[in-house]
């Protein structure tokens, strides 16, 4: 399978704990996003990268939210201390950089629980 | 005010039905215009560019105006297959802005 994958593609956990998302890319795209999508909503950015730079990030990234992609392929999404409001499918996407209109194509998530 | 907004729906059209659905969006330096479908407990996927021409895939047509911030798209013939969650999506720099999606569901 050559698209985007995420692991775990379920997470339930407990207030308080820590969780760590990994997302690998498409093989050659070198900007990598990461979304949040709860219910009856549409995703929402959170942060991307550009090979290993992380050049944006949202204003929802709170304090508790890390992104890292250090060699420019797979990237990895901790967030530290869950809190209930953090449950919600996390999605991430790559593309190519060139030009305005490449295409985001999209994992298959991470639905994250918080229990 | 939400960047995209969209009618949440949902939509119920029988087989066969034309069904349109409507998206504004309020950042006038928007620069790319895009529907994504999402199906239940799947990620979005790109379902067409819009173009301020206007453009057509098929059963699909996308129409876009930047005096208006309007996006359209209007499904033909609709199929039991079409039924979906289709996501206005708008991109002023690099990252996507969606709208809360419209569900349509085609009836037998």
């Known amino acids: 399978d050559t698209g985007v994958s995420q692991n775990p593609r379920h997470k339930i956990t407990k207030r308080g704990q820590n969780v760590t998302f990994r997302c690998d890319p498409i093989?050659?795209?070198?900007?990598l996003y990461w979304y949040r999508q709860t219910l009856g909503q549409g995703p929402e950015f959170l942060t991307y990268?550009?090979?290993?730079?992380?050049?944006?990030k949202s204003r929802l990234l709170s304090d508790r939210f890390s992104a890292e992609r250090p060699k420019g392929s797979f990237s990895t999404l901790e967030i530290q201390r869950t809190e209930q409001g953090d449950s919600a499918m996390y999605l991430c996407?790559?593309?190519?950089?060139?030009?305005?209109?490449?295409?985001?194509?999209f994992g298959p998530g991470t639905r994250l629980t918080v229990l | 005010r939400k960047e995209v907004e969209q009618d949440p729906g949902p939509f119920n059209v029988p087989e066969g039905a034309t069904v349109a659905f409507n998206c504004t969006y309020s950042?006038?330096?928007?620069?790319?215009f895009f529907w994504y479908r999402q199906d239940c407990r799947k990620e979005p996927k790109l379902l067409m560019s819009?173009?301020?021409s206007g453009n057509e895939d098929g059963r699909f047509t996308a129409q876009l105006n930047r005096a208006s911030q309007y996006i359209s798209l209007l499904i033909r013939d609709s199929k039991l297959s079409d039924s979906a969650t289709y996501l206005c999506?708008?991109?002023?720099?690099?990252?996507?802005?969606f709208g809360k999606g419209t569900r349509l569901s085609v009836i037998a």
């Open positions: 996407a790559s593309s190519l950089a060139l030009g305005q209109g490449n295409e985001q194509f």
């Open positions: 093989s050659e795209h070198n900007r």
């Open positions: 990268f550009q090979n290993e730079a992380q050049l944006e």
């Open positions: 950042n006038s330096a928007s620069q790319s």
């Open positions: 819009v173009y301020s």
């Open positions: 999506v708008v991109r002023r720099t690099t990252p996507l802005v």
